[in-house]
């Protein structure tokens, strides 16, 4: 089973929608969450990190539920620039364990 | 300039051949790690370092070997390259008690 498993998609959305992205995490003992955007062929960078609380970055809300072991990303009015591919990351040991990403692809 | 550096960008070698990427970093962290990336498989940690001397295996660590010859300075080797080690290669930094992690722009390995 992998530690981190994500729908990869794709989701195909037009300007100004909202999309959701969900993730689930086998270790209960995880420490850290994240979401990391990546472009085609680039590195992938930090988007933003995730808290049980909830945390909001403009148009992107993270969200964590521990219980359930589970980890979203919501994007509300999807602009071009935001077709990459999102990447599901958690820590623990020491470690990071990657999702597969989730392709998203803004459409005109 | 990159914060996180790897040489080379893109390489293509043959089967059998002994190959090393380089990656370089001025963030003064002092973990580094290695991973590869393959379509549907997402990253995969292949070493990591803590420190100077400190070496650990990750996930798929055959067929791979490190040197961490310096805080800055992390190589990944491949002493015999084969096709399934095909594959776009990452290396990032982190700092201890940081959570966030730095990535290289990726070196793009073929080999034939």
């Known amino acids: 089973r992998k530690e981190v498993e994500q729908d990869p998609g794709p989701f195909n959305v037009p300007e100004g929608a909202t999309v959701a992205f969900n993730c689930t995490y086998s270790n209960s003992a995880s420490q850290s969450f994240f979401w990391y955007r990546q472009d085609c062929r680039k590195e992938p960078k930090l988007l933003m990190s995730v808290y049980s609380s909830g945390n909001e970055d403009g148009r992107f809300t993270a969200q964590l539920n521990r219980a359930s072991q589970y980890i979203s990303l919501l994007i509300r009015d999807s602009k071009l620039s935001d077709s990459a591919t999102y990447l599901c990351?958690?820590?623990?040991?020491?470690?990071?364990?990657f999702g597969t990403g989730t392709s998203l692809t803004v459409i005109p | 300039d990159a914060d996180v550096t790897q040489t080379p960008r893109n390489r293509i070698t043959k089967t059998g051949k002994r190959i090393m990427l380089e990656c370089s970093q001025t963030k003064g962290h002092d973990r580094m790690y290695w991973y590869r990336q393959d379509p549907g498989l997402g990253l995969r940690l292949i070493y990591y370092?803590?420190?100077?001397?400190?070496?650990n295996k990750g996930e798929i660590s055959d067929g791979y070997s490190v040197s961490r010859q310096a805080q800055a300075k992390f190589s990944l080797s491949l002493e015999s390259a084969i096709p399934n080690q095909t594959a776009l290669y990452f290396c990032?930094?982190?700092?201890?008690?940081?959570?966030?992690?730095?990535f290289g722009q990726g070196t793009r390995l073929t080999v034939v």
């Open positions: 990032a930094t982190r700092a201890t008690g940081d959570t966030e992690a730095f």
């Open positions: 370092s803590f420190d100077v001397k400190d070496i």
């Open positions: 990351v958690v820590n623990f040991g020491n470690q990071f364990y």
